[in-house]
T-cell receptor, first 110, second 118 residues
């Protein structure tokens, strides 16, 4: 059974810092990995999707990497802003499955 | 810990039939439930937000008459795909929020439903 772990569970940084969120998974037989952000009271917002054959994806200040063989992904946020404050989740897709981590709660202070 | 039960996990149906998917919070009251779908090789996309006792809020491009959402109680939300067609074949997943304290909430997910329309 796939298990997804996100570290750290919470992170607080001053504005402008670069930061890395980590996601690990136990079963490397995945189709893709996704990163989302969740704002209170709202549904998930998809940030980046990395197919199993890809190593990384970039969108603006966000860069996600995938090392399928070691079961790891990282989400790099450059020049963090207070508006980046949210909970970030990663999820891995398998055959008719989607397994989420518990998320990293990020707080970026002005 | 909080558990969200989603049924069925897999359904195969003929084109034109309706399919109901249930999402149930087992040990907590979920004031808000979300419904998502994921097409192969694509991102998970939010379909609608469902609040108990009120009409669901649908995302742009999602047909409310085709994807009927009922959230009649604090523990149950259902998504009915009416007159399903092959293009509705997708992975559907629900989630529910639990408020923790004044400023934070946690999101719990069902196990998903793989819908295949022949």
């Amino acid at each position: 059974k796939q298990e997804v772990t996100q570290i750290p569970a919470a992170l607080s940084v001053p504005e402008g810092e670069n930061l890395v969120l980590n996601c690990s998974f136990t079963d490397s037989a995945i189709y893709n990995l996704q990163w989302f952000r969740q704002d209170p009271g709202k549904g998930l917002t998809s940030l980046l999707l990395i197919q199993s054959s890809q190593r990384e994806q970039t969108s603006g200040r966000l860069n996600a990497s995938l090392d399928k063989s070691s079961g790891r992904s990282t989400l790099y946020i450059a020049a963090s802003q207070p508006g980046d404050s949210a909970t970030y989740l990663c999820a891995v897709s398998g055959y008719s499955t989607l397994t989420f981590g518990k998320g990293t709660m990020l707080l970026v202070s002005p | 810990g909080a558990v969200v039960s989603q049924h069925p996990s897999r359904v195969i149906c003929k084109s034109g039939t309706s399919v109901k998917i249930e999402c149930r919070s087992l040990d907590f009251q979920a004031t808000t439930m979300f419904w998502y779908r994921q097409f192969p090789k694509q991102s998970l996309m939010l379909m609608a937000t469902s609040n108990e006792g009120s009409k669901a809020t649908y995302e742009q491009g999602v047909e409310k008459d085709k994807f009927l959402i009922n959230h009649a109680s604090l523990t149950l939300s259902t998504l009915t795909v009416t007159s399903a067609h092959p293009e509705d074949s997708s992975f559907y997943i629900c989630s529910a929020t639990v408020r923790q304290g004044l400023e934070s909430e946690k999101l719990f997910f069902g196990s998903g439903t793989q819908l295949s329309v022949l």
